[in-house]
């Protein structure tokens, strides 16, 4: 870019330019397009006449939310990253680019879409087999498993932004000693984060017509940084026979940058060989698994020197999000703007890409040392978990920015 400077290692390229929500201390939350250590301002972009239709799109960014942009579909939201790029690349800084750029690292980024609804998967067959492993050691993978992508319906009302703090959870667990299945309520004492990615739904369906997996890039706005906190000791008490419910809803956290599926395009790789072959509407064709690679780090409240506990990267993925999203709508069901599907846990064939303090500990049988000499089999009280995910080097550097969540400390 001639007259802006971005940093060669940031994760905000102009490849990129992803979507959030932001504002400036002001309390007006409006839409932001990161570049560097930059944001474009744009609802000051849409005033300015960059997009045309000045009134129109003032209005379309001033809003506490993405929802009715992206409902405007693909032509309009590429074209308005074709002319945000255009300005970018503009030989001399631009008379109102004082108007239009925030400083990044000034700006508060707020929840970026309202989600109807959530929807987690259960897409890495490492991490299905290492956890199946755990809970059933002759059968870790169910027969259903290499057929269909599984998954559930997750709770849309508690996934917060990055940076929000997450609260314990209590509940029933069987506590170790106690008499067989007899559950007291307490807080959880196995509190994990699960490692994941996931999309946004750009495009409403119809009830009772089903997306193909041709037609399902149509339908995902973009990919955003997940964390899906999982508490297992109430997961393991109530998830049979209907799966989970109050170890997975108390909360997640998702980045404050969505990164259009369309910057992407350069890193598409095809995914692991699936056996059996997919029944046919699950087969596809072509590279629709995403290189991108995914690192977790923890932090505790005793040094502030973080810990690196896994290196994963979505190509792992055994289901791709074309299979996930023609697998939900196969049976009628229709999906809405700001939807969110989540992959699962993202872990990889290594002992360092395991997605989940579960996988990495050993269901807390094998405990680890911290940077600071502390150990953990699950997360505490103060912890931070953060992660990253990016695909490329350089220029065409897309990087997902961070999904950050602090355990919080209960007085
Ligand atoms: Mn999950």
């Known amino acids: 870019m001639p007259w802006l400077h971005i940093s060669p290692d940031s994760d905000f390229s ?23 250590g930059h944001i474009i301002d744009l609802e000051a ?10 009134r129109f799109f003032k209005k379309i960014f001033g809003q506490a939310t993405l929802n009715d942009f992206i409902a405007l579909g693909k032509p309009v939201t590429n074209g308005i990253r074709r002319k945000v790029r255009n300005w970018l690349e503009l030989p001399a800084t631009p008379e109102n680019a004082l108007q239009i750029i925030a400083d990044r690292e000034s700006a508060t980024m707020l ?10 998967f259960y897409s890495s067959i490492e991490h299905a087999t290492n956890v199946g492993k755990m809970f059933r050691p002759d059968n870790p993978l169910l027969p259903n498993w290499r057929w269909m992508p599984i998954g559930y319906h997750g709770r849309a009302s508690s996934i917060v932004v990055s940076g929000t703090p997450i609260r314990r959870p209590s ?9 067989p299945d007899t559950p007291i309520y307490a807080p959880s004492r196995q509190l994990d ?3 994941e990615m996931a999309f946004v739904i750009g495009k409403e369906s119809t009830l009772g017509e089903p997306i193909t997996v041709e037609n399902a890039e149509e339908y995902i706005f973009g990919l955003v940084l997940f964390n899906d906190w999982s508490a297992r000791d109430i997961q393991r008490w109530e998830y049979v026979p209907l799966g989970p419910f109050l170890g997975k809803n108390f909360g997640s956290s998702m980045a404050p ?32 698994n995403l290189d991108i690679e995914l690192a977790v780090t923890l932090t505790s409240t005793k040094l502030n020197v973080p810990t690196l506990l896994c290196q994963s990267n979505t190509k792992y993925l055994y289901w791709s999000m074309v299979q996930q999203l023609a697998h939900h709508t196969v049976n ?20 360092e890409s395991l997605g ?12 680890i040392t911290l940077n600071d000499g502390s150990t953990r089999a699950f997360l505490q009280d103060g912890d931070v978990v953060t992660m990253r995910g990016s695909a490329g080097e350089g220029e065409g550097r897309v990087g997902f920015g961070e999904v950050i969540g602090e355990v919080l400390v209960l007085k």
């Not at 972009?45 to 000045?54: D, N, Q, S, T, V």
């Not at 929840?111 to 987690?120: C, G």
């Not at 509940?171 to 008499?179: K, R, S």
């Open 356 to 367: 989940s303090m579960l996988e990495i500990t050993l269901g807390g049988r094998n405990p």
């Open 111 to 120: 929840m970026p879409i309202r989600v109807p609804n959530y929807t987690d």
């Open 193 to 195: 984060f699960e490692l």
């Open 171 to 179: 509940g029933q667990i069987l506590a170790p000693g106690g008499e």
């Open 332 to 351: 009628g069901c229709n999906v809405q703007v700001g939807d969110l599907m989540a992959s699962g846990t993202i872990s990889g064939p290594t002992p």
């Open 45 to 54: 972009a849409a005033e300015a006449g960059l997009f045309g239709k000045r």
């Open 14 to 36: 102009l490849q990129n330019l992803p979507f959030g929500i932001f504002h400036t201390g002001d309390n007006r939350p409006r839409a932001g397009m990161a570049i560097g």
């Open 257 to 288: 940058w969505i990164v259009p599926l369309e910057a992407l395009k350069p890193y598409r790789v095809k995914g692991p060989k699936q056996k059996p072959a997919p029944l046919d509407y699950l087969k596809t064709k072509g590279a629709k």
